[in-house]
């Protein structure tokens, strides 16, 4: 019998698996299953255990926005008063050009307590973006800062040792 929350071989090899490009076919989970040894029936039941024991929490895409065209990218720092914080969130959440919105702690010389990534094909978008967002949710104190340059853009990689 399988401990809960405990990772055997077979995990960490569909975990290694699923850590590179998703197959872009009509089964993916069934391509994935065959490369490392299973069938398609097996992996589904190990990644819902996994999940179900809190292994995994979450799977997601990483866009590569830049590659499709989203080519400017600004850190929106916000004030909000902390008994509207879940208020502004999901204002701002819901607007798919916002792909993080998290609070911070603020000091004595960054009074920005609220901040989200907005992507945009130019910086007049993004610009654009943040006064609507100002206008949705009544923030009037907030500063953009622009993307640069991209100096690293991966996911974590577990198990590669092996």
Same mark, same amino acid.
């Given at each position: 019998?399988?401990?809960? !929350?405990?990772?055997?071989?077979?995990?960490?090899?569909?975990?290694?698996?699923?850590?590179?490009? +998703?197959?872009?076919?009509?089964?993916?989970? #069934?391509?994935?299953?065959?490369?490392?040894?299973?069938?398609?029936?097996?992996?589904?039941?190990? @990644? =819902?255990?996994?999940?179900?024991?809190?292994? %995994?929490? #979450?799977?997601?895409?990483? %866009?590569?926005? +830049?590659?499709?065209?989203?080519?400017?990218?600004? @850190?929106?720092?916000?004030?909000?008063?902390?008994?509207?914080?879940?208020?502004?969130?999901?204002?701002?959440?819901?607007?798919?050009?916002?792909?993080?919105?998290?609070?911070? =702690?603020?000091?004595?010389?960054?009074?920005?307590?609220?901040?989200?990534? %907005?992507?945009?094909?130019?910086?007049?978008?993004?610009?654009? %973006?943040?006064?609507?967002?100002?206008?949705?949710? !009544?923030?009037?104190?907030?500063?953009?800062?622009?993307?640069?340059?991209?100096?690293?853009?991966?996911?974590?990689?577990?198990?590669?040792?092996?």
């Amino acid at each position: 019998m399988k401990v809960q !929350g405990a990772i055997d071989d077979m995990d960490k090899r569909i975990i290694r698996a699923l850590q590179g490009d +998703f197959p872009i076919v009509s089964q993916p989970y #069934k391509q994935i299953a065959e490369e490392i040894g299973i069938d398609e029936e097996t992996l589904l039941r190990r @990644l =819902n255990s996994m999940k179900e024991t809190g292994v %995994l929490r #979450k799977m997601g895409a990483v %866009l590569r926005h +830049f590659d499709v065209g989203y080519r400017a990218n600004a @850190l929106g720092v916000w004030i909000v008063a902390p008994e509207h914080m879940d208020e502004v969130a999901e204002k701002m959440c819901a607007h798919p050009e916002v792909t993080h919105c998290y609070d911070r =702690n603020t000091t004595p010389d960054w009074p920005y307590n609220f901040y989200t990534m %907005l992507h945009g094909r130019t910086e007049k978008d993004c610009i654009e %973006l943040a006064r609507q967002l100002s206008e949705e949710t !009544g923030i009037k104190n907030y500063q953009l800062q622009f993307t640069e340059k991209e100096w690293k853009k991966t996911s974590m990689k577990y198990f590669m040792e092996e």
